[in-house]
């Protein structure tokens, strides 16, 4: 495949709109201020083969996570960064104050630094916290009968304007194996599953930049993006691109996995510049502290860094809190061991210090800070299988019923929660995972990489787990941690991350459509009559890829005169069975039979006479 | 990704074998002559991290579809075609007679126009036929009790040597819907599934250059790839190649799809080159015959179409007679229509005549003539869905039903017979048509295009597919035809078809391992285990594409050294779990703790301590 990295771009990010598109805000009705970004396709019309008729295809909506970029009537200085839209919501309900300083020993020392000036994102902003004894979380709200701002503009977002569209949309009845999806999402909808702790939004009071998301069985399906260097460093301005590339072709949230140098100041500018919520492994920084020395981990140490995150405005934080002492030596059979980082960190420090990890002994203690940000656990798999041999062995299983009892006590405290699940899992083990997480975590939103299918294909590994990914969402599961094609031999590009990401987007869209999610077919539907009405502009636009997809139509026609043709290259005008099955349709109508009901009938009265000489000649 | 299609060649065919691998080929017990080629990878050794020493790993062997390409002790010349392995076994059975001159009008119509001398392939060899009243089919032979040599080819090509395997293989017990997969393949197991139906060896008389190889739910997965152009004319070269390349990244067979000029040509040379079996749709070539008009069709031009093609040497027919004149307005209502090639141009031939098709009237007498040749019917799948919307309709179903009638009367003529079906299935509905299958075909086996599990993303429709294959070749299917990333957008390149079949075979593998196939695993095993120990050749090599995995690996680190780094560049060296999970076995291991099984033991009892103390502190 060809790369193609070179979109225009405006201070050093992508910003070219989707074409044939139009950013669009839809308000709200409880909340009039929330203004939600969605997309509208435009599409050419039908003609009618015969009479010449012109008929108008209704523009499709689709989700957008892409963020203010796509919209050019929005200027973006990534120096500023975004628009601050959660800002006043959150001001507004009273329970926030604005800190004077950061409270982090660390945060303060890298402010200090003056040789940091030069990276330093340019801080306009206080950081946020909760008033002593107040709890922020969208949990918290949700039980006390609260519908946020966030929750309404979730209803909408979630909705896609589905009430709109005038033809009926034909959809298949889903198999969703027990989950509660409604016809239509509403706000109280999204507040009652926040409240059962089924769904987690995951916004910190310090991150306002972002647009409200869910993830929870009950909605779509979404799909996180990870970034973030490890041995070499890059610009800033790359870093941002790099969330901004991710959330473009349709990240739900990205993980900022960064180890190298300056990563305070670096996520400082990612969050700052992205729409969507950022999660992080505090544990990787927390080592970078102690100079990678898994040992001198300490509580204080993790606990700073939980705190100066909060403070930027991290929106979740993988905790790998499930990984005992006692489990660890269930993990020395295994053909791969431990393959999880945090995981891997935690069981080192376990047995250096023979001590149950600080991450479970201190577990209220983290909730007690999450609240005052909301800022939500994904409570990390530290012992998920790393190969097929070691797949839903006992390790991973011991770890997911500890993940479970942590999710309790997390709800005690009203901190939002979902656990991470899978890595390596055979076709026929996937639901065993989804079963026992929805059993032992009360339904909490299960967040899961891959699974990988196989171990045989590195290179392709994308394609290994978005099979599993396809599944195990299909199943119950919320989010989908994307794998790319470089995963296990090196560091994704910028083609690697467009290739991950649109992969696990179409495995979201297979698994909702699966779940029969109301309105998830409306665009398949859309696509493929244009793919039938040969309008391959429409086609290409209402795709996942716009871009990939003209690009390849063109690579063997690439003539303008070729994308209203009504026959491809891969069969040529004679052999192209849409445009026979058109002339069927015609060669029907020219016999005076009009629409298609007609068709079927007329068809049926003629063909009438071979069922009853017994066309079956062979029965 | 880079394109990288310049392997080294000779006579323009790709040659180069893979790397550290080398074909083998094991004899047979019951017919000794046999020498089924498989492919041997060579692994490095395992260093303890510790002791230092040095432990051998077996080689690992695997299937092996390249044919003869890879062996470079074989000479090879394009215009000579392959060596005919199977000539002698064909003979020896004493059912057949070579013929003075070809059958078929048309063909000798070609054979005597001196203008095609410049692009025939220098025929060497006359046609074979069964001796008349004869029925030279590996059905007709199974049923006798008779295990012929390329059933007892089979038997030893689809074990892949698990007995030799010492370790014993760790693997999951599958999920296998009901299938009757033994341990062990043994060649009577091979002749009871053909007898019975359920499985299928395509290999005509007239293909005596092909490895034999069956498809069936108890076997391992197969995959087909599809060539042909349509527009453009390609150089006979490029179309051998085209075949040698699809095989060499894992094509179990190979479908000739033609619609271009000097069909018949091109399709010598692909034949006489192929080492797997050659599938076609002869309605292309017949329609091509009356210049692209379907209603000019007739059965006399078809009839001479199916000879031409059985004594040129192909393997399996797709023959679409369950297109009824009936199914047609079933159709009507369809969001695409009709989108198998040959279904519309069926369906327009018996509008347009207002007659059942005759493949519908004349089964019996295609009967006839594929079993002189032992020619295997594929029997089309004309009203598949081209869309989500359309998937398991009506037309779909009633022709399936159709195709279950036609089994029964192809296995009556004892002629070899499997079904082709899905296209576009959402997630939930795939097992609905591998179980209808099985029911209305008794168990014959099942060839699917996908399923596709959405429409919305052209330009990865090898991945919407490649999903929806590894569930319905998990359920039972038998072969998956494969799509490539060009699909309802353009002709595929060589990329794109490397592309496809490597999703192709992973996908078959998933669905293998989901089986429990017996040996499945082994590969996987090998593979995670290398990449445990950062055996960074090995893992490459493991893998179906080492050259693409070598590719990525060194885009990030290319140093040589970096190939036996204990890290990549993914999280560098302090961030490596699976060095930090090693790190925590030598610890334990330092700690007089020496094998796994102790240390599990000694783990336990110093974590017994917490267990009794209630480390479960939040219980």
Chains 1, 2 share one sequence.
Not at 6 to 12: E, H, I, L, R
Not at 469 to 491: D, N, R
Request: proline content about 5%; aromatic content about 8%; glycine content about 6%.
């Amino acid at each position: 495949m060809k790369k193609k990295d070179t979109a225009p771009q405006q201070n050093g990010v992508t910003r070219n709109p989707f074409p044939n598109s139009k950013k669009i805000y839809v308000s709200g009705t409880l909340h009039p201020q929330i203004k939600v970004a969605m997309r509208e396709i435009y599409l050419s019309d039908t003609k009618d083969s015969i009479t010449g008729k012109l008929t108008q295809n209704q523009p499709v909506t689709v989700y957008d996570t892409s963020g203010p970029y796509t919209d050019l009537e929005k200027e973006i200085n990534i120096h500023n960064g975004l628009e601050r839209i959660r800002e006043a919501w959150i001001k507004d309900r009273g329970d926030v104050e604005t800190l004077n300083e950061f409270t982090s020993k660390y945060c303060n020392q890298r402010l200090n630094d003056a040789s940091l000036d030069d990276l330093r994102f340019n801080l306009k902003h206080k950081p946020k916290r909760a008033v002593k004894g107040k709890n922020v979380s969208q949990l918290h709200y949700a039980k006390q009968g609260i519908i946020t701002p966030e929750m309404e503009y979730i209803a909408i977002r979630e909705n896609q304007r589905i009430d709109q569209i005038t033809e009926i949309a034909k959809q298949h009845k889903g198999e969703n194996f027990g989950a509660s999806i409604p016809d239509k999402i509403s706000p109280e909808f999204v507040r009652s599953e926040v409240a059962r702790g089924r769904a987690v939004i995951p916004n910190n009071i310090n991150h306002p930049e972002s647009e409200p998301m869910i993830l929870g069985r009950n909605f779509l399906v979404k799909v996180n993006a990870n970034i973030g260097n490890s041995a070499t460093t890059s610009s800033i301005e790359e870093e941002v691109e790099k969330s901004v590339w991710a959330c473009r072709w349709g990240a739900d949230t990205i993980m900022d996995l960064s180890t190298g140098k300056n990563i305070h100041e670096t996520r400082e500018w990612i969050i700052r510049n992205s729409p969507v919520p950022i999660g992080t492994v505090p544990i990787y920084q927390a080592l970078e502290k102690v100079n990678g020395v898994a040992e001198d981990l300490t509580w204080e140490i993790f606990r700073d860094t939980l705190i100066e995150q909060a403070e930027q405005g991290v929106d979740y934080f993988t905790i790998h809190a499930g990984v005992l002492l006692r489990y660890v030596p269930m993990t020395a059979k295994r053909v791969t061991g431990i393959v999880s980082r945090g995981g891997s960190i935690m069981a080192k420090w376990c047995l250096a210090h023979h001590k149950e990890s600080f991450l479970y002994t201190h577990f209220e203690d983290i909730c007690e800070i999450l609240k005052q940000y909301d800022v939500a656990f994904s409570l990390g798999d530290g012992l998920r299988p790393g190969s097929i041999a070691d797949a839903n062995d006992e390790a991973q299983f011991a770890e997911l019923e500890t993940l479970g009892e942590l999710t309790k006590i997390a709800r005690k405290h009203d901190v939002q929660c979902f656990i991470e699940g899978p890595g390596h899992v055979p076709m026929h083990m996937i639901k065993e995972n989804m079963d026992k997480q929805l059993e032992h975590c009360d339904e909490a939103p299960f967040y899961t990489l891959g699974p990988l299918t196989t171990d045989i294909a590195p290179g392709y590994d994308h394609i290994t787990s978005g099979i599993g990914a396809a599944m195990i969402a299909w199943y119950g599961c919320a989010v989908l941690c994307y794998v790319t094609p470089k995963e296990h031999l090196g560091l994704p590009n910028k083609n690697d991350v467009r290739e991950g990401v649109i992969t696990y987007k179409l495995a979201a869209h297979a698994a909702d459509l699966a779940k029969g999610h109301p309105g998830a077919q409306h665009r398949d539907n859309a696509l493929s009559k244009a793919r039938f009405e040969f309008r391959w502009e429409d086609q290409f636009n209402l795709g996942l890829d716009p871009e990939k997809a003209r690009e390849f139509h063109d690579e063997t026609l690439p003539a303008e005169g070729a994308k209203i043709a009504h026959f491809c290259s891969m069969c040529g005008p004679k052999f192209c069975s849409m445009k026979i099955s058109q002339e069927v349709r015609d060669f029907a109508a020219e016999n005076d039979i009009v629409d298609n009901e007609v068709i079927a009938k007329g068809f049926k009265e003629k063909s009438k006479e071979f069922k009853e000489k017994g066309s079956q000649v062979y029965l």
